[in-house]
């Protein structure tokens, strides 16, 4: 039943979060989470739990932002005990840029 509620929740982020082209880009604001803009949001959650080594763990909130010409993903995850962390992914590659 989980694995259904997280297959559903990262389904409507990807159809209802599609960010305005370049709307964030003077501001740094969130934007919603778009798959056209780079790998998919299950291969960031992937990354994120081997960087993290945390199978269990989960996205609170995940927003598209612009800053200095290059687009992130800014993830919120919850750990699976229960602490929340704050973790910055290239859109384009998937790859980790910080953790914090």
């Known amino acids: 039943m989980m694995n259904t ?4 929740f990262l389904c409507l982020v990807l159809a209802f979060g599609v960010a305005a082209p370049g709307s964030a ?9 778009s798959a056209a ?6 291969t960031i959650v992937n990354n994120i739990r081997r960087e993290l080594r945390d199978s269990g763990g989960r996205v609170l909130r995940a927003c598209t932002v612009r800053r200095g010409g290059k687009t992130m993903i ?22 980790i840029l910080n953790i914090r």
């Open 5 to 8: 509620a997280r297959l559903l």
């Open 37 to 42: 803009q780079g790998v998919s949001m299950g």
């Open 74 to 95: 800014e993830v919120r995850w919850l750990t699976s005990t229960d602490r929340v962390v704050h973790v910055t992914v290239d859109a384009k590659t998937g790859a």
């Open 25 to 33: 880009e003077a501001n740094g604001r969130c934007e919603g989470v």
